[in-house]
């Protein structure tokens, strides 16, 4: 019944959630959000100014979420799509006969670079940012040597898929955007159906028992 004096500051580790939850914790977003003119002074204020506790929680909560990504790619039978998907699927026999699975896990996360889009995991390092393009042409990462996509992309390709379905039914679409939309269309399904893979395999073994 008392009241609280609330401040700000308790709000850090719901601060530090968010940062680490977009795109991983990118010094561009925390420039966006502290309205900084230049990435440098978003680096100074990282680096010098920032209060350190906050600074390690966003870290910590970066790290945890980066290896809960890692450890659903090397998941046994987890779909994974994207031009980056055979090369981790071929390395996840590696993982799962591992000695210390975890550990190596925790590793693998540690080196990684990751950022997301919203529709996929980049793996592209921050010089590369080739990335970006795929941020309006969401396809570009099912054949890009750096894009994952994985099953907690789902719901993404299949309002994607809902889109183009929509475009489509506009009466005045000319040509060129009718064969853009059927090409994110086709696009869209063939990830949805390899996303959906293991949850159909997964409701009918639920089914038989």
């Not at 100074?44 to 100014?49: I, P, Q």
């Not at 799509?81 to 896990?105: D, I, P, Y």
């Not at 940012?129 to 570009?140: N, P």
Request: charged residues 25%; negative net charge.
């Amino acid at each position: 019944g008392e009241l609280w004096n609330l401040h700000s500051h308790q709000f850090r580790r719901t601060f530090a959630r968010f940062v680490a939850r977009h795109v991983l914790g990118d010094l561009y977003y925390l420039r966006h959000h502290f309205k900084h003119w230049s990435i440098d002074m978003t680096a100074y204020y990282a680096n010098e100014a920032m209060d350190h506790e906050l600074l390690g929680d966003i870290s910590k909560t970066r790290e945890d979420l980066q290896q809960s990504i890692v450890a659903r790619w090397f998941d046994e039978g987890s779909p994974l799509a994207g031009g980056a998907a055979e090369r981790l699927a071929s390395f996840r026999s590696s993982v799962l006969t591992a000695k210390n699975r975890a550990e190596l896990v925790s590793q693998i996360a540690e080196d990684a670079y990751i950022r997301g889009t919203g529709h996929s995991w980049c793996l592209s390092a921050p010089a590369s940012a080739s990335g970006s393009l795929c941020i309006f042409e969401k396809i570009l990462c099912i054949e890009c040597p750096n894009g994952v996509i994985d099953r907690g992309h789902v719901d993404v390709w299949r309002e994607i898929e809902r889109q183009q379905l929509l475009v489509m039914d506009s009466v005045d679409l000319g040509l060129p955007g009718r064969r853009r939309a059927e090409r994110f269309l086709n696009e869209a399904k063939k990830v949805v159906k390899i996303l959906e893979s293991r949850v159909e395999g997964e409701v009918s073994n639920e089914s038989t028992q």
